[in-house]
């Protein structure tokens, strides 16, 4: 079955920068994607971006469009998040998440994905 597990999380100030990762085990079909999502406590949790593979074809959400230079990214089964110019508002768990069957993205609807990882904390100080 597909495993994700995410890491990277942690604490940093305004301005600075994270790089989250999720593994992907147990993937075996061609066409895929992965999506992180956040969730602030309080608040409903919303998309960030997400990957297609293997063409490589990346969206990111209003929020962080234009902060994120360094494009999502996988090597071997590994999605690489690059966040940048992180704000308090960034605060959030991350969550990585696939469908269980072989299909790209094409929103950022949390009911499209099935498989999810346990998610990894991001906490930015002012």
């Known amino acids: 079955h597909v495993h994700l597990e995410e890491s990277g999380g942690g604490s940093v100030q305004g301005g600075g920068s994270l790089r989250l990762s999720c593994v992907a085990s147990?993937?075996?079909?061609?066409?895929?994607?992965l999506i992180w999502f956040r969730q602030a406590p309080g608040k409903e949790r919303e998309g960030v971006a997400f990957i297609n593979t293997p063409v490589d074809y990346t969206r990111y959400a209003d929020s962080v469009k234009g902060r994120y230079p360094i494009p999502l990214h996988t090597t071997q089964n590994t999605v690489h998040l690059e966040m940048t110019y992180l704000k308090p508002g960034d605060s959030a768990v991350y969550y990585c998440a696939t469908p269980s069957e072989s299909r790209w993205c094409g929103t950022f609807n949390e009911n499209d994905f099935d498989v999810w990882g346990q998610g990894t904390q991001v906490t930015v100080s002012s």
């Open positions: 147990g993937i075996s079909y061609p066409q895929n994607c």
